[in-house]
């Protein structure tokens, strides 16, 4: 099945830990969904800060679940195109979630660590640019 723009939604999970050297290693863990199968696509994206504070951005582990499917490819290549931009913007999201939603209701610690947002549809969280391999375009799905 190739899928549509419309049929998946996206999730992003938040995990920060230290590494061999002591740096430390922000986790942010996007999932691409399609709600009849679960996980479609599945990338983690690194801020790695050092002890003089520098900060790398780097992309960590990926996996796609059909790698012939257009939409599938765009996205996982768009988090290696400009990592530290999109990383950096998604941090500034967890700093804002962090500041203002963490309760006992709302918040939820899983195997990627805490969610930060669940089942967003695509087109409200990557560009046309990336959305545009499914075939369709934002006015033929109304949005």
């Known amino acids: 099945m190739m899928y549509q723009r419309t049929d998946l939604t996206?999730?992003?999970?938040?995990?920060?830990?230290a590494d061999a050297d002591g740096n430390k290693?922000?986790?942010?863990?996007m999932q691409v969904i399609a709600a009849e199968v679960g996980a479609v696509q599945t990338s983690q994206l690194l801020c790695i800060t050092d002890s003089a504070k520098k900060k790398t951005y780097t992309v960590g582990e990926q996996s796609i679940s059909n790698g012939s499917d257009p939409l599938l490819v765009a996205i996982e290549n768009y988090w290696r195109q400009s990592t530290d931009v999109v990383v950096k913007g998604l941090i500034a999201e967890v700093t804002d979630f962090?500041?203002?939603?963490?309760n006992s209701v709302s918040t939820w610690i899983g195997?990627?660590?805490m969610k930060v947002?669940?089942?967003q549809p695509l087109a409200e969280r990557l560009p046309e640019s990336v959305l545009q391999a499914d075939g369709s375009s934002a006015t033929a799905t109304g949005s």
């Open 111 to 113: 195997q990627f660590g």
């Open 25 to 29: 290693v922000a986790t942010l863990t």
């Open 10 to 17: 996206l999730s992003m999970f938040y995990a920060s830990s």
């Open 98 to 102: 962090i500041a203002g939603n963490i």
């Open 117 to 119: 947002f669940e089942n």
